[in-house]
């Protein structure tokens, strides 16, 4: 079983349309969760981090954890072309080690 | 700030050679963790250090090394280079290595084993 599952995408949304990422993991003691954002030939960019259960909203970003069914996911609001990028799902399980999904490769279509 | 510095940017070795690559984190910054990004492999963990001492390690091969200097400097090194090599090499690091941080990663060194 991996640590970090997420949809295998492509997400393919029309501009202005709400994207909606999801990921799992598999260590009920996991504590940290992160989403990244990777745009083709860059590195990871951190744009959300969540610990507690519940929802948390920054700009058109919405991350919600739930801690009993090992669930994270990301939303993002009206989506524009500029959010299209492959999105990491990284959670801490362990003090020194960080595990990152496959990804889910976004298009938003103008 | 200056952000995490990776040198060098691309490098071409040939199966065999060994190579060194380099991080310098944000100032400030004491952990500093190594992924490996393949298009089939996605990000996969290869170690982290912490006060100068390896904390964690991927299931790595041995030929995978690493180690990080007073000043919070990382090199990481990889012998005897095979052709599965080749990859995106990520530098990241974090103030501290408590659970309520994230990590800023570098812009990598792109690795071609020929």
């Known amino acids: 079983q991996k640590e970090v599952e997420q949809n295998s995408g492509p997400l393919s949304v029309p501009e202005g349309a709400i994207a909606s990422l999801n990921c799992t993991y598999s260590d009920r003691g996991s504590q940290s969760f992160f989403w990244y954002r990777q745009y083709s030939g860059k590195s990871p960019e951190l744009i959300m981090s969540i610990y507690s259960n519940g929802d948390k909203e920054d700009g058109r970003f919405t991350a919600q954890l739930n801690k009993a069914s090992q669930y994270v996911s990301l939303l993002i609001r009206d989506s524009q072309p500029s959010d299209s990028a492959t999105y990491l799902c990284?959670?801490?399980?362990?003090?020194?080690?960080?595990?990152f999904g496959a990804g889910t490769t976004v298009t938003v279509r103008a | 700030k200056a952000g995490v510095t990776q040198t060098p940017r691309y490098l071409i070795k040939t199966r065999g050679q060994q190579v060194t690559l380099s991080c310098s984190p944000i100032?400030?910054?004491?952990?500093v963790s190594w992924y490996q990004q393949t298009p089939g492999q996605g990000l996969q963990f290869l170690f982290e250090?912490?006060?100068?001492?390896?904390?964690n390690k991927g299931n790595f091969p041995g030929r995978f090394s690493g180690r990080q200097f007073s000043n919070s400097r990382s090199e990481m090194n990889v012998s005897t280079l095979e052709l599965g090599d080749s990859a995106l090499y990520l530098c990241a690091s974090v103030m501290t290595p408590g659970q309520d941080y994230g990590y800023t990663f570098g812009s990598g060194t792109r690795l071609t084993v020929v």
């Open positions: 100032s400030g910054h004491r952990s």
């Open positions: 250090y912490f006060s100068e001492t390896q904390r």
């Open positions: 990284a959670v801490k399980k362990a003090r020194y080690k960080l595990s």
